[in-house]
C-alpha cells in the first residue's frame, strides 16, 4: 500500500473525480421526451407469425412473444399497409409483443413492457412498448401507443433513447382494456457500435419486464422508472428454430454485496492499514497490523469477486469493469512487491533491492488506491444512480469515507511533522542522563563522542531539542554490562545494543517489527547505535573532507642510483629541541591528514552503508522501554593507551570496581566499519587453476569522526584485529592482521587469503562495497617490536636511533601478512619524519629538492624507491628518493624473509616488498622458497624480488641464512635479533626443527597464533 503521503494525495484527488462524477452523472437526462414513436392505432396480426411464446405467466399477468425470422431480401408480409423486404445481408426479425392480465385504464397507470437484447439491465438493448399519455379517453376501448429503441446506461436506471441509428421500425401497436401490443421489426445485424448483433441460429440471451401498473410511491408521476422485483425475467432464444429456454437473471444482490465489499477493502482496511503503518510505526507490531489488514483487504476483494463471478456475469463495455480488471492486474503486482519487501527485512539479495522495492511498491499502491477510489464510485454510481433522487442515501457511506481519509491524513501528517519528526542534529549526542533534553544546536569544540579534529567547522545554531530516551526515573537493580559481557550475552543470542556509551537497551521485541528490517538490526547488535539513532547518514559531511589525488608517478627518476654517500654518525646527529620541534610538525599534519581518510567515491560508499534515517520522538520514546542495563567498565583493567606496549587482558576481575565508561576506547567493543574498497591481488591462472585468490579490503569507520578517548593512533606491527558477521544464522568471528599505510582504527586494510573451506574469507569476498555493516573490533595482540604508543619509530623516545635490530621471519603461505606489517611500519611509514642524509637536486618538476639534514615526512609511498613527502623545514611537497633518508627505525634495522609457498602465483605483497628494496636495500632481504618448483624466464611472476629457490625450506636452507648469523647465547644478539614463526601448524614444527638443529634456542623463537592471519 502506499505511504502516508501517497495515500494524502490519493484521497484529494478522489475527492476531485468524485465531485466530476457527480457532475457528470446528475447531466443525464433520464426521460428524453425526443424521437418517441407513437405508432399506428392497429391491432397485429398475431396469428401470422411463426412462432409464439410465452415468456411470463403469472396468476394475473402473462407477457408473450411472436415472432418471425426472414432470411435475407425475402418479402416480408406485415398486414394491408405495404410490402417490405430484408435487407440483403442479414436476418431481419419479425416480432409482436403481447402483455395480457391489465385492468381498465385509469388516470394513474401507464402500463409498459419492454423487450431486451443482452444479459443485464446494464449491457442490454431494449424496445419498449408502452401506453401513450392520454391514449383511452372517455367511452374509448383502445388507444395508442409508442415504440421505442432504448440502451442500458450502464448502470440501474431507465434506459436512454436512441435518437441515431435506429435499429427497429414500428410497425403497429394498441391499447385494448385488458392488453398490450406492438409490431416492429429489426435487423440482426449493424454496423452501429451500439447496437447488439444477434445470431438467429444460436441462443441469444433476452430480458423482459413491465410495469406501470400502479404508480411510484416514492415518484408518482414516473410511470417509467420501476417495476416490481417479480416484474423481470430472462431467457435465452434461438430465434430460427423458435427454441425459448429459461434462463437465471442476475442478482443485483450479489452485486451489492460486491460493492460493500470493495468499497470496505478499498475505502477503509487498505488506508487504516496505510495509516497505521505511517504513524505507529514506534509501536511494536505495527507491521503485523499493516500486513493483516492488507491481506484482510485481499482476501475481502478476491471473496466478492468470487461472489460477482458466480452470476456468469460477462464484463460490459463500462468504464467500472476495465477499471476493475487494471485493479485486479495491479493488485496481483502489489502482492509481489509486498512480499518481496517483506522479504528484503531478512534476507540479505532482496534487502540491496529493497529501496528500489519499496518506490515500486508504493507508487503501484497509489496508483491502486486512486483507480480504486474512482472505480468504487463508479460501482455506486451503476448500482445506485445519484440523479435518481431515492436511493442517494446509498452515497453516503462513499461521500463520508472519500472526505474522511484526507481531513484524518493531512491533520496526522502536519501534527506528525510537527510535533513528532525531529529536525536532523548537526552534531554529536550528548550522553543521556534522566530528565534532561539534549540541544543539538549548543555550540562547543567538536564531538562529543571523543570529538573529531575538525567537529568545531560549521556547527549550527538553534537546533531543536530532542526528549531522551530514558524513563525520569533510573530503574533499580539493572544489570551491569562491561563490553566484553555484553559481547558474551550478544554470542550467547540476546539483542542488546549501546546508546551514547552508557546505556544497554533489549532489542529483541523490535525484531520482527523495526521499519529497517531484521538485517540492520543484527548488524548493529552489541554496538553503540548513538549516531545511527539520532543522526540522518550525511549528517557528518560538514566534517569530511576529501582525500587528495595522488599524483601520478613518472617512470624514468634516477633515485634507483643515487650513492649512499653521508655516514651512520653523520645521519644521526641533531639536538633534542630540534626534535621536539619536528615532532609538533609531524603531529599538526597528522591531525590535518586525518580528516582526509578517503575519497569522495569511498565517502559515498560509506554514506550507501550507514541505512540511517531520523527517528522520530515515538521511536526515541519507544527506546526507553527497552532499557535493561547500563555499561560500565572495570577500573582495574587496564585500558588501551594506558599501558605502553599492549592491550589488556579481556577477564576483567570479580574484586574490580565497576565505573561508568564515559567515552574512552575499548578494545573489547566492536565498532561497525563499511567495506569502501575491494580488490583481488591474485587470482587462479591456468598453470595454477587451484591456486587461492588473495583479497585486498579497505575498511573505514562507519563514522570516522566519532573518535574515543585514549584511542591509538595506529596499528603495531604484529597487531590485528577481530571481524565478527552473522553467516547462516550464527555468529563467525576471525582475526586478522592489519595491513595499511598508516593505518589507523579508523580506516585500514586487511590482505585475505580466500580458501574453500574459510568461512569469513568466502563471506568478505561475496561482499560488495558499501552493501553491509562489518563489526570489527581490537587491536589484539602484542607489538612484534616493543613501541611505545604513539611514539614515532625513528623519534626521540623511539627505540633508539641505532634501529630494532635483526628480524628474521619464517612465513608459511598468507602468514607472510604479518611480516609486510613490519614493512610498512619500519622501513615505508606515512607521517613519520624521516632525516635526509643525502643532498638531492630534482630532474623532474615534481621532485622535491633534498638538503642534508632537513626532516620530511612521507605521505604516500610509489613502491619504487620514491614516495610523496613533505619538507617540515620548507613547506615544500613533492616526490623524493627514499634512498637520500635514513630507515625510519634506524640504520641498524634489518628485516630477513623466509617465505614459503606451493607455487609463484601465491606470493602477493611483492609490491611492498619490492619498494622496501629499492628504497632500503641493505635494510631487507627476501628469500622465496616455492615447493612446486618454478621455470625459468616468463615463467617467473613480473615484480617478484628477492632470491627465489625451488623446493621447501630445508634446514640447510635455515643453517645458510640464519646460522651464519645467529649469536648463539650473545647478550648483545639476544637484544638485536629476533626470530618469528607464522603460518599453518605443518610448517610452524617444520621450522621449529629446523631452528632447533641450527642451535637456536626455541624459547626465543615467537610463533604467531594461526587464527591471526588466516
Not at 193 to 213: E, F, M, Q, R, S
Not at 971 to 996: N, T, Y
Request: net charge positive; proline share 7%.
Amino acid at each position: 500500500m502506499p505511504s502516508g503521503r501517497a495515500s494524502t494525495l490519493y484521497h484529494l484527488a478522489v475527492s476531485i473525480l468524485l465531485s466530476i462524477l457527480l457532475t457528470t452523472s446528475s447531466a443525464h437526462s433520464l426521460h428524453p421526451r425526443q424521437a418517441i414513436t407513437e405508432v399506428p392505432l392497429e391491432q397485429p396480426d398475431i396469428a401470422g407469425f411463426d412462432f409464439h411464446k410465452t415468456l411470463h405467466s403469472s396468476a394475473k399477468y402473462n407477457i408473450q412473444l411472436h415472432w418471425t425470422v426472414q432470411a435475407p431480401s425475402s418479402p416480408i408480409n406485415t398486414g394491408a399497409r405495404d410490402q417490405l423486404r430484408a435487407p440483403p445481408n442479414t436476418y431481419l426479425l419479425h416480432v409482436a409483443l403481447q402483455l395480457e392480465g391489465l385492468a381498465a385504464p385509469t388516470a394513474d397507470t401507464r402500463p409498459w413492457v419492454a423487450l431486451g437484447i443482452g444479459q443485464s439491465m446494464l449491457d442490454t438493448e431494449f424496445v419498449i412498448c408502452r401506453q401513450a399519455e392520454g391514449a383511452i379517453t372517455g367511452n374509448s376501448t383502445a388507444g395508442k401507443v409508442t415504440i421505442e429503441e432504448r440502451f442500458a446506461p450502464k448502470k440501474y436506471a431507465p434506459p436512454i433513447m436512441n435518437t441515431a441509428n435506429r435499429l427497429i421500425t414500428p410497425l403497429r401497436g394498441i391499447r385494448l382494456p385488458t392488453s398490450l401490443l406492438c409490431e416492429f421489426t429489426r435487423e440482426a445485424n449493424h454496423t452501429s457500435d451500439n447496437h447488439v448483433t444477434i445470431n438467429p441460429k444460436v441462443y441469444t440471451p433476452i430480458l423482459w419486464a413491465y410495469g406501470g401498473l400502479m404508480p411510484s410511491p416514492s415518484r408518482p408521476a414516473q410511470f417509467f422508472s420501476y417495476h416490481g422485483p417479480g416484474s423481470r425475467g430472462a431467457n435465452e432464444t434461438i430465434f430460427l428454430t423458435g427454441t425459448v429456454i429459461s434462463a437465471q437473471t442476475k442478482s443485483f444482490q450479489k452485486k451489492v454485496i460486491h460493492g460493500a465489499g470493495m468499497m470496505a477493502s478499498w475505502l477503509f482496511l487498505f488506508p487504516f492499514g496505510v495509516f497505521y503503518a505511517r504513524y505507529f510505526r514506534s509501536k511494536p507490531g505495527w507491521m503485523y497490523v499493516h500486513a493483516c489488514t492488507q491481506v484482510l483487504g485481499l482476501m475481502t476483494i478476491f471473496m466478492v469477486l468470487g461472489v460477482i463471478a458466480s452470476d456468469n456475469i460477462t464484463p460490459n463495455k463500462s468504464i467500472h469493469p476495465a477499471a476493475g480488471l487494471l485493479l485486479v492486474s495491479l493488485i496481483l503486482i502489489q502482492v509481489l512487491f509486498g512480499i518481496a519487501s517483506l522479504v528484503g527485512l531478512w534476507n540479505e539479495g532482496v534487502a540491496r533491492l529493497r529501496g528500489w522495492i519499496k518506490m515500486f511498491h508504493n507508487n503501484v499502491g497509489f496508483m491502486l488506491m486512486l483507480v480504486a477510489g474512482v472505480t468504487a464510485g463508479l460501482g455506486v454510481e451503476t448500482l445506485y444512480p445519484f440523479s435518481q433522487g431515492g436511493v442517494r442515501m446509498m452515497w453516503y457511506p462513499y461521500i463520508v469515507l472519500v472526505i474522511f481519509w484526507p481531513i484524518v491524513f493531512i491533520t496526522a501528517e502536519v501534527y506528525y511533522r510537527k510535533s513528532v519528526v525531529r529536525k536532523e542534529p548537526r552534531r554529536g549526542v550528548r550522553p543521556m542522563m534522566p530528565g534532561k533534553k539534549i540541544d543539538g544546536g549548543s555550540t562547543g569544540g567538536g564531538l562529543d563522542r571523543g570529538g573529531s579534529l575538525s567537529g568545531a567547522r560549521n556547527r549550527k545554531e538553534g537546533m531543536q531539542m530532542t526528549e531522551l530516551p530514558i524513563h525520569a526515573e533510573r530503574k533499580v537493580h539493572m544489570k551491569m554490562y562491561t563490553w566484553e559481557t555484553l559481547d558474551e550475552a550478544v554470542s550467547g543470542g540476546e539483542m542488546l545494543v549501546v546508546g551514547n556509551g552508557h546505556y544497554i537497551y533489549d532489542i529483541s521485541k523490535w525484531i520482527t517489527s523495526h521499519p529497517g528490517g531484521q538485517l540492520i538490526l543484527h548488524a548493529v547488535n552489541g554496538t553503540d547505535i548513538t549516531n545511527d539513532y539520532f543522526h540522518e547518514a550525511g549528517f557528518d559531511a560538514d566534517d569530511f573532507a576529501p582525500r587528495a589525488p595522488i599524483p601520478a608517478n613518472i617512470s624514468n627518476r634516477n633515485g634507483g642510483k643515487l650513492p649512499r654517500q653521508a655516514t651512520v654518525s653523520s645521519r644521526a646527529s641533531t639536538t633534542m629541541s630540534a626534535r621536539v620541534s619536528v615532532y609538533g610538525a609531524v603531529a599538526a599534519l597528522a591531525e590535518e591528514k586525518s580528516n582526509s581518510l578517503i575519497d569522495e567515491k569511498e565517502w559515498k560508499l560509506l554514506l550507501k552503508s550507514r541505512r540511517t534515517h531520523v527517528h522520530t520522538r515515538l521511536a526515541i520514546q519507544r527506546l526507553s522501554h527497552l532499557l535493561v542495563g547500563e555499561l560500565v567498565r572495570d577500573s582495574n583493567q587496564p585500558r588501551l593507551g594506558d599501558d605502553d606496549t599492549e592491550s589488556p587482558a579481556s577477564t576483567p576481575s570479580s574484586s574490580s570496581t565497576l565505573v561508568p565508561p564515559g567515552h574512552r576506547f575499548d578494545v573489547h567493543e566492536y565498532r561497525r566499519y563499511a567495506l569502501i574498497d575491494k580488490e583481488q591481488v591474485t587470482a587462479p591462472s591456468s598453470a595454477n587453476p587451484h591456486q587461492h585468490p588473495v583479497y585486498r579490503f579497505k575498511f573505514c569507520l562507519l563514522y570516522p569522526y566519532d573518535r574515543r578517548e585514549s584511542e591509538p593512533p595506529k596499528f603495531l606491527p604484529g597487531q590485528c584485529v577481530e571481524i565478527q558477521a552473522r553467516i547462516k544464522e550464527q555468529m563467525v568471528s576471525r582475526f586478522y592482521t592489519v595491513l595499511s599505510d598508516g593505518g589507523t582504527t579508523t580506516t585500514f586494510e586487511l590482505l585475505v587469503k580466500v580458501y574453500p573451506e574459510g568461512v569469513m574469507g568466502q563471506f568478505l569476498a561475496k561482499q560488495k562495497p558499501g552493501d553491509k555493516q562489518i563489526k570489527i573490533r581490537g587491536p589484539f595482540g602484542t607489538p612484534l617490536v616493543p613501541i611505545p604508543r604513539g611514539v614515532s619509530m625513528a623519534g626521540p623516545n623511539g627505540p633508539g636511533r641505532r634501529g630494532v635490530g635483526t628480524i628474521y621471519f619464517f612465513a608459511g603461505g598468507s602468514g607472510v601478512t604479518p611480516f609486510l606489517q613490519l614493512v610498512k611500519n619500519l622501513l615505508l611509514p606515512v607521517m613519520e619524519p624521516l632525516i635526509i642524509t643525502t643532498d638531492y637536486h630534482p630532474s623532474q618538476p615534481d621532485e622535491l629538492p633534498l638538503v642534508h639534514g632537513d626532516r620530511l615526512v612521507a605521505t604516500h609511498h610509489y613502491h619504487d624507491g620514491w614516495a610523496i613527502g613533505h619538507n617540515l623545514r620548507t613547506q615544500q611537497q613533492g616526490a623524493f628518493p627514499l634512498s637520500c633518508t635514513l630507515p625510519p627505525s634506524g640504520p641498524h634495522t634489518n628485516l630477513v624473509l623466509i617465505n614459503s609457498v606451493h607455487t609463484m602465483e601465491d606470493i602477493f605483497g611483492t609490491n611492498i616488498l619490492e619498494g622496501a628494496m629499492l628504497a632500503y636495500p641493505g635494510n631487507i632481504e627476501v628469500h622465496h622458497f616455492v615447493a612446486n618448483g618454478y621455470r625459468t624466464g616468463a615463467a617467473v611472476r613480473e615484480g617478484v624480488s628477492g632470491c627465489v629457490y625451488e623446493g621447501r625450506v630445508k634446514t640447510g636452507d635455515v643453517m645458510q641464512i640464519v646460522g651464519r648469523r645467529w649469536w648463539r647465547g650473545s647478550e648483545e644478539g639476544g637484544a638485536d635479533q629476533k626470530i618469528i614463526v607464522c603460518g599453518p601448524g605443518r610448517f610452524e614444527g617444520d621450522m621449529m626443527d629446523a631452528l632447533g638443529e641450527c642451535g637456536v634456542e626455541l624459547d626465543l623463537v615467537e610463533v604467531l597464533p594461526p587464527d591471526r592471519f588466516v
